[in-house]
């Protein structure tokens, strides 16, 4: 039987993929919000681009 909600998944904000979880996040999953620090600083960079 699957299921839908995937714990250890989440989805990124900044590039919408979804990624899952990894070792180094043990101790701070919960607090993990983007794929990679790339993303992360993109989402801290604060660049405005109208579409
Ligand atoms: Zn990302």
Request: net charge positive.
């Amino acid at each position: 039987m699957h299921r839908n909600f995937e714990p250890r998944r989440k989805i990124c904000p900044v590039c919408q993929r979804p990624f899952t979880w990894r070792r180094k996040w043990a101790a701070s999953w919960d607090d993990v919000k983007y794929c990679s620090r790339r993303c992360r600083g993109l989402r801290n960079q604060g660049k405005r681009k109208s579409p």
